[in-house]
T-cell receptor
Framework: GENVEQHPSTLSVQEGDSAVIKCTYS??????FPWYKQELGKGPQLIID?????GEKKDQRIAVTLNKTAKHFSLHITETQPEDSAVYFC????????FGAGTRLTVKP | GAGVSQSPSNKVTEKGKDVELRCDPI?????LYWYRQSLGQGLEFLIY????????KSGLPSDRFSAERTGGSVSTLTIQRTQQEDSAVYLC??????????????FGPGTRLLVL
């Protein structure tokens, strides 16, 4: 089955700085890679996703990059704001979906 | 439109009792998933329903856990003879269905279960 490793487990940045979270996966057949944001007391919400036929995708301050050869993908948040503080989960799927353990991002004002 | 809803939002029970957790998926979504999230941990897959197909139960941790989905809509996750290690947030998600795991999943707010 798929294994997804996510780093770092915690990340603290100053407001306005960039944040990068990295994930690796084991199943080369994986072809869908979503990123979820979970705020305290709420369920995870999709923020961006990428499929294996694309190397990079951007949505305003958020971008995801995928390296299929190395089997890793990353989330990039630029110009971070305090409201970006949350737990972020990566996931990889093909015939199942496996989630990383999560990264707790804190943006200091 | 309405998102995924779950009830109850919180449940406190005594060890050994049975509990039922409910999930109402987004209308029209044929796929439904249950996950367990222990404190400060990631999401542990439990079970996946896709339309009228047999569910993927590969994630259920023991035979004390079961789930059903009636009429292709509402789902109930049942935990029998609860143990303290069952304490967690139970999350439900739904998706349109045709592409199975390769689709965006929409999560509910979760049910926080505490077993005393």
């Amino acid at each position: 089955g798929e294994n997804v490793e996510q780093h770092p487990s915690t990340l603290s940045v100053q407001e306005g700085d960039s944040a990068v979270i990295k994930c690796t996966y084991s199943d080369s057949a994986s072809n869908y890679f979503p990123w979820y944001k979970q705020e305290l007391g709420k369920g995870p919400q999709l923020i961006i996703d990428i499929r294996s036929n694309v190397g990079e995708k951007k949505d305003q301050r958020i971008a995801v990059t995928l390296n299929k050869t190395a089997k890793h993908f990353s989330l990039h948040i630029t110009e971070t704001q305090p409201e970006d503080s949350a737990v972020y989960f990566c996931a990889a799927s093909f015939d199942d979906m496996r989630f990383g353990a999560g990264t707790r991002l804190t943006v200091k004002p | 439109g309405a998102g995924v809803s779950q009830s109850p939002s919180n449940k406190v029970t005594e060890k050994g009792k049975d509990v039922e957790l409910r999930c109402d998926p987004i209308s029209g979504h044929t796929a439904l998933y249950w996950y367990r999230q222990s404190l400060g941990q990631g999401l542990e897959f439990l079970i996946y329903f896709q339309g009228n197909s047999a569910p993927d139960k590969s994630g259920l941790p023991s035979d004390r856990f079961s789930a059903e989905r009636t009429g292709g809509s509402v789902s109930t996750l049942t935990i029998q003879r609860t143990q303290q290690e069952d304490s967690a947030v139970y999350l439900c998600a739904s998706s349109w269905g045709p592409q199975g795991y390769q689709e965006t999943q929409y999560f509910g707010p979760g049910t926080r279960l505490l077993v005393l």
